[in-house]
């Protein structure tokens, strides 16, 4: 293995390290909610591409996992189906379980238009390795956003009601991919993390409001909270359970 | 803006490289243009097989299945090119090209 970032003293690595985990755990935890719906989503050419889409995202957890074990030493593998529920650090807003339709299609617009957000300012990372993944990655997010536009689009015309609930209750959580990150100044000093996650929270919130309150009316002024990516809930430790299954029934198992 | 809720079929075409022609892939189920493209992208594109997708509504096609038209019950041999011997007038052409240079 190469020793990438060498320049970097311990406590910028460390925060790096925090800022990857993040991305990371939540591009592979919305995977894993969305793939619920593989067999059952409302049709079939959108079982196909929503089991396709949730595969992205894993693909890109795994992506980001591999560039975290460079920079710890740490197994890829064992950073994502070794660790407990409490040591996870996706956003709250990924925290819920897939609920109806409308529900992973609302949650799937919040986390996609955020995402896109901070991918757009991680692509101008000074952390190399992480700029040219951010590159490959938004290429896919690009249609993975069209995707969940479409969708919304058709439910605020077909079930306005159901959608407009399930914004507004994730609308509080969605804010928390913004949550702030405990070493976040110096992530920004090094440029690593181009923007403050505040910067990029206000951009994000511009640009979905005028999309989401024509279906919702006014959204409160929600903010990023500082647990916002340590909250747990019974759905995810249901579904920790459930993706931790076959490392957990044989350690170290290979396919 | 209101949305077209019928499903509709869509036909694929899909070429898998630069000038290769455009070949029928198949069809997805769709309720409007934009999801369509998605889907067509999922079935026929998502492993890196393709290099472009044409996709088209069934009912944009126009149909010609007519067996009058297209099986006519008469002999049609005289329009296709087989049976026309030009090899000779070929070789002939070809000797008055070479005369015609030197």
């Given amino acids: ?255 | 803006m209101a949305v077209e809720r019928a499903e509709r079929i869509w036909e694929v075409f899909r070429q898998e490289d630069e000038g290769d022609p455009m070949i029928h892939a198949g069809n997805v189920n769709a309720p409007d243009e934009e999801l369509a493209m998605h889907y067509a992208r999922e079935f026929y594109g998502r492993r890196g097989e393709s290099q472009r997708l044409w996709i088209v509504a069934r009912d944009a096609i126009t149909e010609l299945d007519d067996v009058d038209l297209l099986k006519p019950p008469f002999d049609r041999s005289h329009k296709k090119p087989g049976g026309y011997i030009i090899k000779h007038k070929l070789e002939a052409a070809k000797r008055r090209a070479v005369d015609a240079t030197e």
């Fill in chain 1, 1 to 255: 293995m190469t020793a990438v970032a060498p320049d970097l003293d311990v406590a910028t690595r460390e925060a790096l390290a925090e800022l990857l985990l993040s991305v990371a755990d939540d591009e592979f935890i919305i995977g894993f909610w969305d793939s619920e719906w593989t067999g059952i989503a409302p049709m079939l050419e959108e079982d196909v591409a929503t089991s396709s889409i949730a595969q992205d995202e894993i693909g890109h957890a795994r992506a980001l996992y591999e560039l975290l074990g460079e920079l710890t030493g740490q197994d890829p593998d064992r950073i994502a189906y070794g660790r407990q529920p409490d040591a996870f650090r996706h956003a709250a807003l990924l925290n819920h379980a897939r609920g109806d339709w409308a529900f992973s299609a609302a949650r799937r617009y919040l986390y996609e238009t955020a995402d896109a957000v901070r991918l757009a300012a991680l692509a101008r990372s000074s952390y190399e390795p992480l700029a040219l993944l951010t590159g490959k990655m938004r290429r896919e997010e690009t249609y993975h956003l069209l995707h969940a536009e479409a969708w919304l689009r058709r439910l605020a015309d077909g079930a306005p009601d159901r959608l407009a609930d399930a914004i507004t209750s994730l609308w509080p959580d969605a804010q928390e991919v913004f949550a702030p990150l405990a070493a976040e100044e110096s992530l920004v000093r090094a440029g690593l993390l181009p923007e403050p996650m505040a910067n990029l929270h206000a951009t994000w919130q511009a640009r979905v409001r005028p999309e989401l309150e024509p279906i919702t009316g006014a959204l409160p002024a929600d903010a990023p909270t500082r647990d916002g990516r340590e909250r747990r809930t019974d759905a995810f430790r249901w579904l920790h359970a459930e993706f931790t299954s076959v490392s957990g029934s044989e350690d170290g198992a290979t396919w």
